[in-house]
């Protein structure tokens, strides 16, 4: 497609290329000095939306990524107040504020239909992804920190605090977060996903103050950014902006931030591990899984043949491994786990049984490989497949809502390809692959070829026996009152007293009255006082007129 009539001189478009589907063109630029890039959705709608993502690859579970998530939201270098995101709230109209951690990536979106109030809140989002305070006290809140159980009194225990310290501490109670870990764990034996990225409890408290400021500096950098916008907001008004309010003030960092393949295990391996439940009771609690690790989730084209396949296995009752799982004696249910997930950079399926026993994971490995075995040797019918497809089809082209708009909807569907050095355009244009895999079906030997290649002769597998634990509870609790001891048992008097003011100063800073007025905000004269409503198309019907209003869904 031609050149844009404008671009901004402090970047370099790439290429336009539209999506007929979707009723939108996609324009990719690339900042010339910092490199970083710039994805923009063309179309025809006032909801302009605005995300700003970071490639954030821990090496450890200290969750590194997410306490900096937390307290990069806690104030800036031109909006120093304690809490702007929730501030902005009241102060704009915002159609969709947050901020998110993946395993791999960190992103900042939110949507307006005012364009000033959108101006307000790319300010306050630049300013806090790039110029963050990082204040140590808003570490110590939102990262963790020991006090005493009473704070101003010495002489009772210490215990750890923080508002990730204690969401990670109730997320990893639950069973199928620890399953899920535990098998990516094993997955992924040298690459980030090895490592949990929320943070796992015992690990938090050894992340240091000056290593969320190292992993800030080299991973919150513009050459380790991407910016994509979609909206009726031309691309070199939005450059213009990011480059004043942000890329100006910034070099090329040469960080080479990203996630490598995975090393390919030699052969299946089998792995067993424990989990915290707090009942007498705890026969027939253990969860049995496998698990294999597939291709790039870059490629549009392995994806959409990994989700076929994974769907004509387990999509409903009558899909044969599920059937098997459903039917089997060897446990209760099918995993939570069962399916494809495609968030990594390189894909897995996982599948398997809960409600089960240790001393039957070989025989549920077993009853999963036969049926594989089954369906790669006969196949399954060709309605079947054509189903499933058809469901597929439907999934990828769905405006689901979620309470997400439609533009970050098509903005986060390009961003793994985006992380992973893969094409988001490519990734958003679904048609032509969709085509090719209904040609592809119509082999009645590409189904079996599908679960032969990616499963049956796949070695890098895994399964993991994850049975409970009665005891496991208390001794966490345990280690940790030992190394809270072990600490105090080390404090002065001098730096006791100093855990004691930390605590105050803290409680004065979460209870001071930080002045609004910095923020931005939207007056009665910035709110139109007419709505625009879409034209529709009228036809006459029998039964009365019909207005119909056409909309690019995929």
């Known amino acids: 497609m031609n050149k844009p009539e404008k671009i901004y001189p402090t970047f370099d478009w790439l290429r336009s290329q539209r999506i007929e589907s979707l009723n939108i063109v996609v324009e990719e630029y690339r900042h010339k000095k910092t490199g970083a890039p710039h994805y923009h959705l063309v179309a025809d709608n006032a909801e302009n939306v605005f995300m700003v993502a970071l490639r954030t690859v821990p090496m450890d579970s200290t969750g590194v990524a997410h306490i900096l998530e937390h307290t990069a939201l806690c104030g800036s270098q031109h909006y120093p107040v304690r809490d702007p995101f929730f501030m902005m709230t009241r102060r704009s109209l915002n159609t969709f504020m947050n901020a998110f951690t993946s395993s791999d990536w960190t992103a900042y979106p939110f949507a307006s239909q005012n364009r000033k109030d959108f101006n307000n809140l790319m300010d306050v989002y630049l300013d806090a992804v790039f110029f963050s305070r990082l204040d140590e006290l808003d570490f110590a809140q939102e990262g963790h920190r020991v006090e005493f159980e009473k704070p101003d009194d010495m002489n009772t225990p210490l215990v750890y605090k923080g508002v990730v310290f204690n969401e ?95 090393r390919r295990l030699s052969a299946p391996i089998c792995v067993e591990d424990v989990y915290a439940l707090d009942e007498a009771d705890i026969s027939d609690k253990t969860h049995i899984v496998l698990g294999w690790l597939l291709g790039k989730t870059a490629s549009l084209q392995d994806m959409l ?173 345990q280690r940790e009152a030992e190394k809270l001891q072990a600490i105090i048992n080390k404090l002065s008097d001098a730096e006791k007293q100093n855990i004691v003011q930390k605590a105050a100063a803290l409680t004065l800073r ?31 019907s029998r039964s009365g007129a019909i207005t119909s209003y056409d909309q690019g869904t995929n």
């Open 168 to 262: 990670m501490k109730g997320a990893m109670s639950s069973a199928t977060s620890v399953l899920w870990q535990k098998m990516t764990e094993h997955l992924f034996p040298t690459t980030t996903y090895h490592y949990n990225s929320g943070g796992e409890p015992e690990n938090i408290p050894d992340l240091s103050y000056q290593e969320l400021k190292d992993f800030y500096r080299t991973h919150y950098h513009p050459s380790n950014a991407i910016f994509m916008t979609c909206g009726d907001i031309p691309a070199c008004e939005h450059q213009q902006r990011i480059e004043e309010r942000a890329l100006a003030q910034f070099d090329h960092l040469d960080c080479n931030i990203h996630v490598s393949d995975e």
């Open 305 to 477: 043949r990994a989700h076929l396949m994974s769907g004509v296995l387990l999509d409903n009752a009558s899909s044969p491994l599920r059937h098997a799982l459903e039917t089997s004696d060897l446990g209760a249910a099918p995993s939570p786990l069962c399916g494809l997930e495609d968030s990594n950079r390189e894909m897995c399926f996982t599948c398997g049984l809960e409600g089960s026993s240790p001393e039957h994971a070989a025989a549920v490995e077993k009853l999963i490989l036969d049926v594989l075995t089954d369906v790669a040797d006969n196949g399954v019918p060709q309605q079947q497949v054509e189903a499933v497809l058809h469901q597929l089809e439907l999934s990828q082209r769905e405006i689901g809502g979620d309470g997400y708009p439609y533009g970050l909807q098509l903005i986060l569907g390009g961003l793994t390809a985006a992380i992973h050095g893969g094409d988001p355009v490519a990734v958003l244009n679904l048609d032509p692959v969709l085509e090719q895999l209904r040609r592809d079906i119509q082999d009645p030997n590409f189904i079996r070829t599908l679960v032969r290649t990616n499963l049956l002769t796949n070695q890098h597998r895994v399964r993991l026996t994850l049975r409970p634990d009665a005891k496991l509870s208390k001794q966490r609790e």
């Open 510 to 540: 979460q209870n001071q009255q930080d002045d609004v007025e910095i923020l931005p905000k939207v007056g009665r004269a910035d709110v139109p006082a007419d709505l625009a409503i879409p034209k529709g198309k009228t036809t006459q």
